[in-house]
């Protein structure tokens, strides 16, 4: 668990890429040491790493990044210590594959100091997707025996079904990574509320919803904007500035 960062199975790999890529400097002998140490695949990484390059080139491509070097360093990472932004990068990718936290029915235990709410087990949480079936985290997952989630929701990279179904490669996500980037949503003002893809329901003040609407309306035209003019600097536009804002604090601007 020694690269476990933002409860995030897919950040941890990240991390553990970076020093891979810090150690391989040092030559041959400590790059094999490494990977020996953390249980870690030669091949497999420089697999990835051929992977991350050639992804990095189709973006140039497509207008999406400016040319540079085969990798532009802090450049292009300017936000890759941001975990909040990298997570609502990660929903974007993943997504459908989102559920939400399911905790077992509180539980008070009597201490000399009063009635405390009692933890519950890892194995007591379960994780409820879109179609009503409940799965478990797999064993693999280096959150399998988390219990304190400060998100509600979490994202995957798969879903296995063996003697019961769970998921793994996690990711905890909050709920402004998800209504920024995920699905189709649609206001209920009535209610003070807006749904995703008409299953995942958040609270939230009318302005709140009538602003998330319009700054994906907006995001949508940007991007086309930026498809259709290479050159346009869709980085430096306010509403992507006020974005990463928004998601960095998580909705208070």
């Given at each position: ?12 790999y990240?991390r553990a890429?970076d ?10 002998v ?12 030669l ?20 207008g999406l990044c ?9 450049r292009?990472n ?14 974007a990718?993943?997504?459908?594959n ?10 008070y ?25 409940r ?8 959150l ?13 990279h798969?879903?296995?079904?063996t003697?019961?179904?769970?998921i793994?490669?996690v ?16 206001a209920?003002?009535q209610?003070?509320?807006v749904?995703?893809?008409e ?5 939230a ?7 998330l ?18 050159d ?10 006020a974005?990463?804002r928004?998601?960095?604090?998580e909705?208070?601007?």
């Amino acid at each position: 668990k020694k690269f476990l960062v933002g409860k995030s199975d897919l950040l941890a790999y990240t991390r553990a890429f970076d020093e891979w890529k810090s150690v391989k400097l040092r030559g041959l002998v400590s790059t094999r040491k490494f990977c020996a140490d953390n249980y870690l695949s030669l091949p497999a990484l420089e697999s990835v790493n051929d992977l991350r390059n050639q992804f990095l080139r189709s973006l140039k491509d497509l207008g999406l990044c400016a040319s540079g070097g085969e990798d532009d360093g802090q450049r292009l990472n300017v936000n890759s210590d941001n975990y909040r932004v990298v997570k609502a990068c990660l929903c974007a990718g993943l997504y459908p594959n989102v559920s939400y936290i399911r905790r077992p029915e509180a539980v008070y235990q009597k201490t000399d100091h009063g009635s405390v709410l009692k933890t519950p087990h890892a194995k007591e949480l379960s994780f409820q997707m879109q179609d009503r079936l409940r799965a478990a985290m797999h064993p693999s997952s280096l959150l399998f025996d988390e219990t304190a989630f400060e998100e509600p929701l979490v994202v995957f990279h798969e879903k296995v079904h063996t003697s019961r179904v769970f998921i793994r490669g996690v990711t905890t996500v909050a709920p402004y990574q998800l209504l920024l980037f995920c699905g189709q949503l649609r206001a209920i003002h009535q209610e003070n509320c807006v749904v995703v893809d008409e299953w995942l329901r958040f609270q939230a003040p009318g302005y709140v919803v009538s602003l998330l609407l319009a700054c994906r309306q907006v995001m949508d035209q940007e991007l086309a904007k930026k498809l259709s003019q290479q050159d346009y600097d869709i980085i430096s536009s306010p509403l992507m500035s006020a974005v990463v804002r928004l998601l960095t604090t998580e909705g208070v601007l």
